[in-house]
């Protein structure tokens, strides 16, 4: 469904569990950058009206899941801490060119948190099926199934922004692209990385 490249090794949500503080703490702020993304994508491109609308509700939503999370650090006495850099979505930033069209650049933008998206429902995934903690293993399931809305949301207005066909093509390619930095990226001390 997700048309990922190169499928996560299960074996990462094993290491993942051993660093479940450091997956919690990145967590949170991956869906408080998801929710800046959905900002960013309203002021960026405000004549969007459908699109507005649905990263309005995207920003609630994220929002609540950062709580969310936030909640169950301070259940297990975790300290939120500074952010850090998320080394996978550096990486797959490079993928497109800087500049280009209006257009150009929304597609681009709306394919990369798609793909983001698409990633975090995969691990999602093995986090609820492989994870010992009932309760991590219930909430990681919730998550899943939001991810995988959130990524077809932000293909679908790719592809109604964009070029159909172009959209596609540039979808395939950063699939590719994404998959040798997935090769890199399998410690399990971060959502993606």
């Known amino acids: 469904m ?5 499928p996560t090794d299960p074996r990462w949500a094993n290491i993942a569990e051993k660093n479940i503080s450091e997956i919690l703490i990145d967590h949170a702020y991956c869906e408080q950058k998801a929710a800046s993304t959905a900002i960013s994508l309203i002021v960026s491109f405000p004549e969007y009206e459908e699109l507005v609308t649905s990263m309005t509700e995207l920003v ?22 500074r952010d ?10 490079k993928f497109f060119p800087k500049g280009g069209s209006r257009t150009d ?3 681009h ?4 948190a798609g793909l983001i998206e698409a990633r975090s429902c995969e691990r999602f995934r093995l986090l609820s099926e492989e994870l010992e903690d009932p309760k991590l293993r219930k909430f990681y399931r919730a998550l899943m199934i939001s991810e995988a809305n959130h990524y077809t949301m932000f293909l679908n207005f790719a592809r109604q922004y964009g070029e159909l066909e172009t959209v596609n093509r540039k979808w395939n390619e950063l699939l590719d692209f994404e998959a040798e930095i997935v090769k890199n990226f399998e410690e399990g001390k971060s959502v993606h990385g």
């Open 105 to 107: 650049q929304l597609v």
């Open 109 to 112: 933008r709306l394919l990369y």
């Open 60 to 81: 609630e939503e994220e929002m609540s899941h950062f709580k969310m999370v936030h909640n169950l650090l301070k259940e297990r006495n975790i300290q939120l801490g």
């Open 84 to 93: 850090r850099k998320d080394e996978y979505v550096n990486q797959l930033l």
């Open 2 to 6: 997700l048309g990922l490249k190169l």
